[in-house]
């Protein structure tokens, strides 16, 4: 589970004949942790924010490079391409920079190479429209998260411990009791799932098979046991 970081990124509309009446700024951040919100939220943004602030929270970068049209690109009308992809667009493959500009902040061009990265949302006033984007920016230690925080500190001590140990050897470094008795008990698949989002957040590296990390310090180190 992931702390979240929302930021005013732009107003797409007016904001100079009709002002955000929260005034907002763009650069203007708030952050959720699974049990706190922190900043200025505007009661506004309260519809269109939470199933995305809930779903980056749950799955961090998941959540937005599973979403199938951010890799669309830009697209225009053309009736004859209706035989290939049944509906009838076709692929621009140069975008103008005036248009790039214009989705700035947003969604970047959707790059060939990399996955997507970052969500959005947007404030219902469409006089103004304020543009947020919305990112995991770490795993979050929060009361409700602890569990999972605890674990995923866990494989990282086990990472530091042996730099380059194989990723299908860091099940055994832990007891049967470590494995089975304390919660969430600690599966394979599991495994998989927090390593990813070690990885995800910087923490590890995973490379040829071979965890190692990157040294970047977790915002609390629990004692356990």
């Excluded at 900043?39 to 506004?44: D, E, H, M, V």
């Excluded at 009308?77 to 209706?82: C, S, V």
């Excluded at 469409?126 to 995923?152: E, G, I, K, M, W």
């Amino acid at each position: 589970m992931y702390k979240v970081r929302c930021k005013l990124v732009k107003f797409e509309g007016d904001e100079i004949a009709f002002p955000c009446h929260f005034n907002y700024k763009v650069g203007e951040e708030f952050y959720y942790d699974g049990v706190y919100f922190t900043g200025r939220i505007c009661p506004a943004l309260l519809a269109p924010m939470m199933p995305v602030v809930y779903g980056v929270h749950l799955l961090g970068q998941k959540f937005c490079e599973n979403i199938p049209y951010r890799y669309r690109g830009r697209d225009m009308r053309d009736a004859a391409m209706a035989r290939y992809d049944g509906v009838g667009w076709r692929h621009v493959k140069t975008v103008p920079e005036a248009d790039q500009e214009k989705t700035a902040g947003v969604f970047p061009v959707a790059s060939t190479t990399e996955k997507a990265k970052g969500a959005h949302f947007v404030c219902g006033d469409t006089r103004t429209l304020a543009h947020f984007s919305c990112d995991p920016v770490d795993l979050s230690d929060s009361a409700y998260c602890l569990p999972f925080y605890r674990r995923s500190m866990a494989i990282l001590e086990k990472i530091e411990a042996e730099p380059g140990i194989r990723a299908d050897a860091i099940l055994k470094r832990f007891t049967e009791f470590e494995r089975e008795d304390i919660s969430p008990p600690l599966t394979p698949v599991f495994l998989q799932v927090l390593m990813e989002a070690l990885a995800d957040m910087a923490y590890i590296e995973v490379s040829n098979g071979k965890a190692r990390a990157t040294g970047r310090q977790p915002p609390s180190s629990p004692k356990i046991g």
